[in-house]
């Protein structure tokens, strides 16, 4: 990954229709992170533990990614994907 945060567990295996909590952890001073997804997306905050979270996932192609904020030059949030695999 090229964005200062660990994702814990770094890949997930889900069965459709049940649930998975994922998390980011900031590994920088940061101006905001969050979780960007379909479901389950957490708004940009401040603490630097989010937690990408759905209880019942019923979305084949979902795409989640951790973004963080943490370099002051330039506003592009770094995204951090996270792969999913339904089955």
């Known amino acids: 990954g090229q964005c200062p945060v660990k994702i814990s567990p770094r890949r997930v295996v889900v069965e459709y ?17 969050g979780w960007e997804a379909s479901e389950g997306a957490v708004d940009k905050t401040r603490d630097s533990v989010v937690t990408w979270n759905v209880s019942d996932l019923r979305e084949w192609d979902i795409k989640p990614f951790c973004f963080i904020n943490y370099n002051i030059t330039h506003d592009t949030p770094c995204q951090e994907e996270l792969p999913v695999t339904i089955y």
């Open 17 to 33: 229709g049940s649930s998975v909590a994922v998390t980011c952890t900031a590994t920088v001073p940061h101006y905001g992170m």
